[in-house]
């Protein structure tokens, strides 16, 4: 038995993005025992399409030359939400309402979730 | 059920700030003691007659056992509840239910923070959690700038009207002689500032003082009896949605909304009703946010209220007529500051006293939105 948190993990680390889906249909991140809420634990894990549009966005300064970096919240066509970052794109370029497609950044200690720009 | 609450049958019966700006050499735990000490004498009570201690120190997870050895108090009750910078006001609400029910008889709630004197840097020890912390969010800041970049996208409000929140702060603080930040503050000036993450600046954000507060409650029936002009307690609520904002529904929508209609509802008055209101500024969007979801304005429309001149002094709603975070002072977590600024508009006793005030209401704010707290305080006439 592994916690649906380390289930999560394991898969980032074999290069899948995975989500819970609950009985009712919507789709649940972070990943939980059970559904928030209701507290149903009829869980399913499922591939995310890592399709996504940015729901908000900010610019963290850096003190020069250092680039500002972006924090962003992430709707997933799924439904759920998530905080992650935008590669690829600069303040002018970046916008509310940009459609993004997730892609696993295995080049640190840890995999991280990340989002490139992506056209429908 | 639910929601049964004992209006106006407990109320505030002392008050004191200390150390409210600078105050290099003390601990937060000194300066916490002294407002708590000032605040039992303003009642006209002794130290030996508080029997619940109510607190919440930003860097003393232990705080209720440390405090109440700090001063020598054996209380029945001890409540360390934190959900940040709201906690007080829900401290509030089971002191005036334990009060209510004679299970206890004066409680005492205080905060204190060397913060600035002490690294000047905001004491905490929260951080992201673990979902988030790999994007580097600026906590808590950077999640009140994503609440900001979201409100600005949906309803146009603009850097110039975060800005009017700024300067509305600072035209009070400027007449309160307790305010640590003083002196002009332009438009120019605010859209000039160090941007930190979009789009929220330097001058978007709350200071980084020291300073103490507490409070004493007792009910009403005995605070009549007392030194000062007691502050009846008439509502107060307290709601939790999310504690990262990457789970909030819509982060233009706190949880103020259910706070605030519930508290006003035990108080039985309306925002209209509201004559000044203390607000968690820990940040300029949050003023625009609690506005909005306590009723002062429409959805949407809180940019262009406080852009009209409302919230400063003259406006039609005198809003953190101490100054509030952005100006009068913010050891960290605020919340008690708004209260004791609201009790004292009540008293007829604050720096920029404003005419025959009757019902005031403050609001606090913990983690990033997160929790939301009111209070609605009434003069002995609401009761």
């Known amino acids: ?120 | 059920m639910g929601d049964i609450f004992p209006r106006g049958r407990t109320a505030i019966a002392g008050l004191a700030t200390f150390g409210v700006g600078e105050t290099p050499g003390y601990s937060s735990m000194e300066l916490t003691a002294k407002a708590a000490l000032l605040a039992v004498a303003d009642a006209g009570l002794t130290l030996p007659e508080v029997d619940a201690l109510f607190i919440c120190q930003p860097d003393d997870f232990f705080a209720g056992l440390s405090f109440a050895e700090y001063l020598g108090l054996q209380p029945r009750y001890t409540d360390n509840n934190r959900t940040g910078g709201s906690a007080f006001m829900s401290h509030m609400a089971v002191a005036a239910l334990m009060l209510e029910a004679g299970y206890i008889d004066c409680a005492l709630i205080a905060y204190g923070s060397n913060q600035r004197s002490n690294g000047g840097k905001l004491a905490t020890k929260i951080t992201s959690n673990a979902w988030d912390s790999p994007y580097a969010p600026l906590f808590p800041l950077t999640s009140y700038a994503l609440a900001a970049a979201r409100h600005m996208h949906e309803f146009g409000t603009t850097r110039e009207d975060l800005a009017a929140v700024a300067m509305a702060a600072r035209a009070w603080a400027n007449t309160n002689p307790e305010a640590f930040a003083k002196g002009p503050l332009t438009m120019e000036d605010c859209l000039s500032a160090r941007m930190i993450s979009t789009p929220i600046s330097v001058r978007d954000c709350c200071l980084v003082t020291d300073g103490a507060a507490a409070i004493v409650m007792t009910r009403t029936d005995r605070a009549r009896d007392l030194a000062a002009a007691p502050v009846p307690l008439l509502g107060a609520a307290a709601a939790t949605w999310w504690n990262s904002i990457a789970q909030s529904k819509d982060v233009t929508v706190t949880a103020a909304k259910e706070s605030g209609a519930r508290a006003m509802a035990m108080a039985g008055v309306t925002p209209p009703d509201i004559q000044t209101a203390q607000l968690y500024d820990a940040f300029t969007i949050n003023t625009v946010l609690f506005l909005e979801d306590l009723g002062f304005c429409p959805k949407g429309e809180g940019g262009r209220f406080v852009s009209s001149g409302a919230i400063a002094p003259g406006g039609s709603l005198p809003v953190n007529t101490n100054g509030g975070g952005l100006s009068c002072c913010h050891p960290g977590m605020y919340g008690l500051f708004a209260v004791i600024e609201a009790a004292r508009q009540i008293r007829g006793s604050a720096a920029n006293q404003l005419p025959g005030i009757d019902l005031a209401l403050a609001h606090g704010n913990g983690g990033t939105l997160s929790s939301q707290a009111t209070v609605i305080l009434g003069s002995m006439a609401t009761v």
């Open chain 1, 1 to 120: 038995m592994t916690s649906p948190a380390s289930h999560w993990r394991e898969a980032l680390a074999q290069g899948r993005f995975l989500l819970q889906r609950a009985g009712d249909g919507s789709a649940i991140f972070p990943p939980r025992l059970a559904a928030p809420g209701s507290g149903t634990d009829d869980l399913e894990w499922i591939e995310a399409s890592g399709l996504g549009t940015v729901y908000t966005l900010s610019w963290v300064q850096r003190r020069p030359p250092a680039e500002p970096y972006n924090v962003a919240l992430i709707d997933l066509d799924e439904g759920a939400r998530l905080m992650s970052r935008v590669e690829g794109m600069t303040p002018e370029t970046l916008r509310i309402g940009q459609r993004v497609s997730a892609f696993i950044d295995s080049s640190g200690e840890q995999p991280v979730l990340l989002f490139r720009a992506w056209e429908d």
